[in-house]
């Protein structure tokens, strides 16, 4: 069993920046694809990046390509996302993700078998 704890979220500006972080414990997960995911009020889960066991191929959403960068330090069992230039449609609560098993990056929700609890992200204008 993968237990995923995401952290680093808050309120920013709009133009701001904020690094998540997603530890994982209970098995390691340097051999698994790993993801971010996000969640505004109203509206279903969505992907955000995904990135390879080995942290050199990696996969965007549209919207947040050139101002997220997913990075994982497979030594400590952690996944991260920059967020930089951020703006008010990012708020959301954001989700890590772990899939079990190896593989390259995956898109969709149901490729991943563990999740977190989500940290918060607002962005205020």
């Known amino acids: 069993q993968v237990r995923l704890v995401e952290s680093g979220g808050g309120l920013v500006q709009t133009g701001g920046s904020l690094r998540l972080s997603c530890a994982a414990s209970?098995?390691?997960?340097?051999?698994?694809?790993m993801g971010w995911f996000r969640q505004a009020p109203g509206k279903e889960r969505e992907f955000v990046a995904g990135i390879n066991w080995s942290g050199d191929r990696f996969s965007y959403a549209d919207s947040v390509k050139g101002r997220f960068t997913i990075s994982r330090d497979n030594a400590k069992n952690t996944v991260y996302l920059q967020m930089n230039s951020l703006k008010p449609e990012d708020t959301a609560l954001y989700y890590c993700a772990a899939r079990a098993g190896g593989g390259s990056y995956y898109t969709s929700l149901n490729a991943y078998h563990y999740w977190g609890q989500g940290t918060q992200v607002t962005v205020s204008s």
């Open positions: 209970g098995r390691t997960v340097s051999a698994s694809p």
